[in-house]
């Protein structure tokens, strides 16, 4: 139900323009979260924050991994030389490291989209005053969102990107 009210705002406000002319193109905004979340000096703190994150993931899921293969190759190349017990013992212990590994995988990732959700949220939540702003010293009416609105054409002089972007870095400038 979420997606279709979006879908129907983006239609209502794409006949308002075409109906409206060139007076109701003059009162729209583009803003390009993405970009925004690329081109800022806090989005690119807080995407190569995620990226460490999830390389530090990797690199621990990478070791379990080759702890597995290291169990796994020690009970096929000593399977005949290994008492019951011993091999029962390797057998348990490449069972636990296999389910390490998995709620490890688990874990780190809802750990990742928990984050990311974080993060993004409390950009989102500096932002908003910054395009409100922007909104009103244009004198715009409303403001789409590129990423999320599914628009396929825009007019390039509409998008506030840019200066979102720099209001934004001003902004966390000042507050250093």
Request: charged share 30%; aromatic share 4%.
């Amino acid at each position: 139900m979420r997606r279709w009210t979006r879908k129907t705002v983006v239609v209502l406000v794409m006949l308002a323009v075409f109906a409206g002319g060139a007076y109701a193109q003059q009162k729209i905004g583009v803003v390009d979260s993405q970009g925004v979340l690329e081109k800022s000096t806090e989005g690119k703190k807080v995407m190569a924050r995620l990226q460490q994150k999830d390389s530090e993931n990797q690199t621990k899921i990478a070791n379990l991994d080759e702890e597995m293969r290291k169990l796994q190759t020690k009970m096929n190349t000593q399977r005949l030389t290994l008492t019951n017990d011993a091999l029962q013992q390797l057998s348990s212990d490449l069972e636990k490291k296999q389910t390490d590994r998995k709620r490890f995988a688990e874990d780190s990732m809802r750990e990742m989209q928990e984050l990311t959700a974080r993060l993004f949220q409390r950009i989102q939540n500096e932002l908003l005053p910054i395009i409100e702003q922007i909104g009103k010293d244009k004198g715009l009416e409303i403001i789409l969102d590129l990423a999320r609105s599914g628009a396929i054409y825009f007019n390039p002089a509409i998008e506030i990107t840019d200066d979102v972007v720099q209001r934004y870095d001003a902004s966390k400038a000042a507050n250093q």
